[in-house]
């Protein structure tokens, strides 16, 4: 069992994932599509990602 990473997977691209120690609600980008994942669970260095919904914003015109 190593210590200091954590491994997961993409749900969008299904790409595995190592991570540096990471907690729950963090984000990161996965390398692959570029998604920007969240945190849901961390077990026994497993991360259960997220996708974090990008909200466009309204600007108008
Ligand atoms: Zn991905």
Same mark, same amino acid.
């Given at each position: 069992?190593?210590?200091?990473?954590?491994?997961?997977?993409?749900?969008?691209?299904?790409?595995?994932?190592?991570?540096?120690? +990471?907690? %729950?609600?963090?984000?990161?980008?996965?390398?692959?599509? +570029?998604?920007?994942? /969240?945190?849901?669970?961390?077990?026994?260095?497993?991360?259960?990602? %997220? +996708?974090?919904?990008? %909200?466009? /914003?309204?600007?108008? %015109?």
């Amino acid at each position: 069992m190593s210590a200091g990473t954590l491994t997961g997977l993409c749900p969008e691209c299904e790409t595995d994932l190592t991570t540096p120690p +990471m907690v %729950q609600g963090e984000t990161i980008a996965c390398p692959e599509c +570029m998604l920007t994942l /969240r945190v849901e669970e961390v077990v026994e260095g497993k991360l259960t990602f %997220q +996708m974090v919904e990008v %909200q466009l /914003r309204d600007w108008g %015109q």
